[in-house]
């Protein structure tokens, strides 16, 4: 049985529908869903919540909101990856490798065991086996996503922004962060 019926506009999507309550079979009350999206939140069309929802239609149109969502979802998510690396030291012990962010925070520990620190970056660092056969390319939480062969890389000179540079032979040869020979020259 039909209690009352109006026109509504649904909170959601903004769609005008007729809205009806009546009594369900167990004795409460239901109302009917907007037929565009089945949300069963709406006000009453010419109310002060009408009004209200007029006003932030006005406000916060879906393509500003857009906007701001596309400028700080980016932002979000790179912070949320990790923190850029500042410092990598060896402990006075010589048994750990400490990974340090920007505001002098330990962000992880490593054992040494795991091979000498050969250079770092802001967003990456090498360790050199202890065998000397292997370097391992880490990313600021600790994680080692790559290990590479000494004899194809060679000896590594430096270690700055996103590349890192090394020597074999009579080459150079430079690196991306993910281990990618991107460059080779004559050494001099």
């Known amino acids: 049985m039909v209690n009352r019926t109006e026109m509504r506009i649904c909170n959601h999507c903004g769609q005008r529908f007729i809205w009806m309550e009546y009594e369900d ?3 409460g009350f239901e109302c009917t869903p907007c037929p565009k999206c089945g949300s069963k939140e709406s006000h009453k ?6 009004k209200i929802f007029k006003l932030r239609k006005k406000i916060f149109p879906k393509s500003l909101l857009l906007l701001l969502l596309t ?5 979000a998510a790179s912070h949320a990856q990790g923190k850029a690396i500042s410092s990598v030291e060896l ?3 010589g048994s750990w490798i400490y990974v340090y962010d920007s505001s002098g925070h330990k962000i992880t520990t490593i054992s040494s065991s795991n091979g000498s620190i050969q250079g770092f970056s802001s ?6 086996s202890s065998s000397g056969s292997w370097y391992y390319l880490y990313d600021p939480s600790g994680k080692r996503y790559k290990t590479m062969s000494a004899n194809e890389v060679g ?3 430096s270690v700055a922004g996103d590349n ?4 074999k032979g009579s080459w150079i040869y430079t690196y991306d962060r993910n ?3 991107i460059n080779t020259r004559a050494a001099r």
């Open 45 to 50: 069309e010419g109310g002060l919540a009408d």
């Open 164 to 167: 890192f540079t090394s020597r």
């Open 179 to 181: 281990g990618k020979r």
């Open 71 to 75: 400028l700080f979802i980016p932002q």
């Open 155 to 157: 000896d590594i000179i």
């Open 123 to 128: 967003s990456f660092f090498i360790l050199k």
């Open 91 to 93: 402990s006075s012990s």
């Open 25 to 27: 079979h167990k004795g």
